[in-house]
């Protein structure tokens, strides 16, 4: 599998200098896609000529995806600049992961269950610290301390893609749970009538309805001749009511959640990134405008749902928060 070096956009980049003395971190992604590692400053920014990404995806084997997270951790510490003082590496994974024995399960990669992926690091980094979390609060730390949440003292971060994640902000201070796996907002259980259902009600995940993959899959059953969240949006932007109709019923589904957790933890604002929440130019305003409709109380439609301010550096961001931002953790 081939390894990239990339910037948020994916293109290429070229490495710039970076003072010596300043604390680096080693941030590293895993995704049911890619693995993605960078050196992150403690300003947040990303270190350019330092991210490197590879391929994983859920038929490749676990040696195969040790290896990637291997050979893009290898690429960026052999990028960094002359000198640099890496503290620590954060490391965000999709769940179900365990804090306290540092391994992951992850949904969408079959081939880890029970994986150290925290050993594995430490041993390829050569770095004493390594922090473990789910990749949804990385994603909330990212909004938190350089985005779209910063001020926020309860607040979600929620990332809406190949899958549904999210992360917790709670009295000002994250929320891992008991075993790391709090915000795993995309798999509560949505009442949902389906079309062809003769009048049974179902209940399904937030994720089986409104993840990239699974809406695109719903469309082609109802006639959509496209495979992708881009065909998905290319033929919504010129019209097709059926592409329409299939962004509406996952920007409804993700207000619906939100409008959930609402009830539950009484958030003031959530921010949303991930590649299919930009699917259509007013995707967040649909998600808005379903938390407003579907509130189950007076107080929830207060609470401002927001983009992402981060682009594709927020996963990465939020992984190097573990290190530089170790106090917003329970």
Same mark, same amino acid.
């Given at each position: ?12 980049? =070229? &490495? *710039? +200098?970076?003072? @010596?003395?300043?604390?680096? #971190?080693?941030?590293?992604?895993? !995704?049911?896609?890619? /693995? %993605? ?40 510490? =052999? &990028? *960094? +600049?002359?000198? @640099?003082?890496?503290?620590? #590496?954060?490391?965000?994974?999709? !769940?179900?992961?365990? /804090? %306290? ?40 730390? =990212?909004?938190?301390?350089?985005? @779209? ?182």
């Amino acid at each position: 599998m081939p390894l990239t070096p990339s910037d948020a956009s994916g293109e290429p980049s =070229a &490495a *710039a +200098p970076h003072p @010596a003395s300043v604390p680096l #971190a080693l941030a590293i992604d895993v !995704g049911g896609t890619k /693995v %993605e590692s960078a050196l992150v400053a403690a300003d947040a920014t990303v270190l350019p000529g330092t991210r490197h990404r590879a391929p994983t995806g859920a038929g490749t084997s676990s040696d195969g995806i040790a290896d990637a997270v291997g050979r893009v951790i290898d690429a960026t510490l =052999a &990028a *960094a +600049p002359p000198g @640099a003082v890496i503290a620590g #590496a954060g490391v965000g994974c999709a !769940g179900p992961i365990s /804090v %306290e024995r540092g391994t992951v399960s992850p949904l969408n990669l079959h081939a880890w269950r029970e994986f150290p992926l925290a050993e594995l690091v430490r041993e390829r980094s050569g770095l004493d610290q390594v922090v473990l979390r789910l990749d949804g609060l990385c994603i909330l730390l =990212a909004e938190l301390w350089a985005g @779209a949440l910063q001020g926020c003292r309860n607040a979600m971060g929620m990332v809406v893609s190949t899958g549904i994640g999210g992360g917790l902000l709670l009295e000002g201070k994250l929320v891992s749970g008991r075993t790391g796996n709090a915000g795993h907002v995309g798999q509560i259980q949505l009442h949902t009538r389906a079309d062809d259902s003769h009048g049974l009600d179902l209940s399904v995940t937030l994720e089986g309805i409104a993840a990239g993959p699974n809406i695109v899959a719903w469309a082609r059953e109802h006639g959509f001749t496209g495979a992708s969240g881009e065909d998905l949006a290319a033929a919504a932007s010129t019209g097709d009511p059926l592409a329409r109709a299939a962004i509406e019923r996952s920007a409804r589904a993700v207000g619906e959640g939100i409008a959930s957790v609402c009830a539950l933890v009484d958030l003031e604002a959530v921010a949303i990134g991930g590649g299919f929440s930009k699917v259509s130019p007013d995707y967040i305003d649909l998600v808005q405008a379903a938390v407003d409709e579907v509130a189950p109380l007076s107080t929830i439609p207060g609470v401002r749902v927001l983009p992402s301010a981060l682009s594709g550096d927020g996963p990465l961001i939020g992984a190097s928060g573990l290190i530089h931002h170790p106090h917003y953790l329970p």
